[in-house]
């Protein structure tokens, strides 16, 4: 009994060990994160979906690696209602962009509520190893 409780002590090391390790690295690759040059200032747009009583709702916009090398990328924006309340977050992501290439984003998202207007949390690069 004493020695399958320290084989299950000793796996269950291992996997956290496994763990922490991972995270520790993605800590530090959040550490390096620049931010990217937007070249176009974001547009909104929804669509009201009938089957699904919600609306499709779409940030687009372009932004530039001026970084000198390749960068994975994040987009994160906070989608609000008339009176200014939080309804919703879009996201977009892109595994490389090389130095001086522009990436043109598409976050989306689907809410209940009709969106009004919306405020870029993150442009962010995160390099390339």
């Known amino acids: 009994m004493r020695a399958k409780t320290a084989k ?8 956290m060990m496994s763990v922490f390790s991972f995270t520790g690295c993605f800590w530090l690759i959040e550490a390096t994160s620049v931010e990217l040059a937007q070249v ?3 547009t909104l747009s929804a669509v009201y979906n009938e089957e699904y009583k919600n609306y499709d709702v779409y940030v687009e916009g372009i932004v530039r690696n001026d970084k000198e090398s390749a960068l994975s990328g994040e987009v994160e924006i906070t989608l609000y ?3 200014g309340n939080i309804i919703g977050t879009a996201y ?4 490389r962009i090389q130095s001086g290439e522009t ?7 689907s809410t209940i509520f009709e969106p009004d ?3 870029i949390r993150t442009i962010k690069g995160y390099k390339v190893f």
């Open 8 to 15: 299950l002590f000793a796996l269950l090391f291992v996997i």
């Open 40 to 42: 176009q200032e974001p």
């Open 81 to 83: 209602d008339t009176e």
């Open 92 to 95: 977009d992501y892109i595994d």
């Open 103 to 109: 990436w043109r984003f598409c976050a989306s998202t």
């Open 117 to 119: 207007s919306f405020k």
